[in-house]
Nanobody, 121 residues
Framework: QVRVVESGGGLAQAGDSLRLSCAAT??????MGWFRQAPGKEREFVAA????????LYADSVKGRFTMSRDNAENTKYLQMNNLKPEDTATYYC????????????????WGQGTQVSVSS
């Protein structure tokens, strides 16, 4: 059974850092993506990484601030978020798919329940 679990969200002030974790069980050789949804807005792509970490994708809004990494031994991927801004406030969702990372949420098969990130100014 496939299970995707996010962790690491919380409260932060502008300029702070947070690290989100996404652990996937029940599947291997998968790409992983992060998406976020702010209140009243549609879900948007944030970042994605291939199974081997050799391919990463980032939304323009987070380039240079967010970094994805992996620990395949633990089947876990990380989203390091630096220099947080109030506009980063959202529920962050981790999703996985077989194949290459993608910016398209419809390409992802398995989703976590989400973790809240709130950034104050």
């Amino acid at each position: 059974q496939v299970r995707v679990v996010e962790s690491g969200g919380g409260l932060a002030q502008a300029g702070d850092s947070l690290r989100l974790s996404c652990a996937a069980t029940g599947l291997f050789w998968h790409a992983m993506g992060w998406f976020r949804q702010a209140p009243g807005k549609e879900r948007e792509f944030v970042a994605a990484i291939s199974w081997d970490g050799g391919d990463t994708l980032y939304a323009d809004s987070v380039k240079g601030r967010f970094t994805m990494s992996r620990d395949n031994a633990e089947n876990t991927k990380y989203l390091q978020m630096n220099n947080l801004k109030p506009e980063d406030t959202a529920t962050y969702y981790c999703a996985t798919r077989y194949g290459n990372p993608s910016m398209n949420e419809h390409h992802y098969t398995f989703w976590g329940q989400g973790t809240q990130v709130s950034v104050s100014s």
